[in-house]
């Protein structure tokens, strides 16, 4: 079973930057699976996996859609804020720390809060300014994957 975290926006939020993502060039991620991807597991174990996360204590909090980027390395469009959120931060931090008790490996590189919009994208020219949208984060959750179809395995929530 493939797993990862992630944070769900709401559906409204989720149209809107899929409807923006339509104005540019490339693959548009369906608004059913626009996230935010906050660990990759791969293959594993979804009890560990949930028993780490039930040890997370991180604060609810707003995502704030500051700007639209281009990531020419792996061809994709993204949307995500200025500077990633302290309590987003927190709460990365806190889930990588027990997932590494849990004796998950995770990628070392630094987290970088980004939502995916389009992949085997071209450069944007001039990409029209992202949708004013709310993301509240109230929880997070442990996502399963195959074949391109997520189903939640658990949720977890914020306070």
């Known amino acids: 079973m493939r797993l990862f975290f992630a944070l769900w926006p709401p559906p409204q939020t989720a149209a809107a930057l899929e409807q923006w993502a339509r104005g540019c060039q ?8 626009i996230h935010l991807t ?3 597991l791969g293959e594993a174990d979804p009890q560990a996996a949930r028993k780490a ?10 995502l704030p859609l500051e700007q639209a980027r281009y ?3 792996n ?10 959120p302290p309590d987003l931060a927190e709460l990365v931090s806190q889930l990588h720390f027990h997932l590494g008790t ?4 995770l990628e070392k590189r630094p987290f970088a ?4 919009l389009l992949r085997d994208a071209s450069p944007p020219k001039a990409p029209a300014a992202l949708p004013q949208v709310g993301w509240p984060v109230r929880e997070f959750a442990l996502v399963s994957s195959s074949r391109g179809k997520y189903q939640d395995v658990a949720r977890f929530a914020l306070s």
């Open 38 to 40: 906050l660990a990759f």
């Open 26 to 33: 490339g693959r548009v991620v369906p608004a059913a699976n």
């Open 102 to 105: 849990e004796k998950f490996v």
């Open 113 to 116: 809060a980004h939502v995916t």
């Open 53 to 62: 996360a039930a040890r997370v204590r991180g604060r609810a909090h707003e």
């Open 75 to 84: 061809r994709i469009v993204w949307a995500g804020p200025q500077e990633t």
């Open 71 to 73: 990531w020419k390395h």
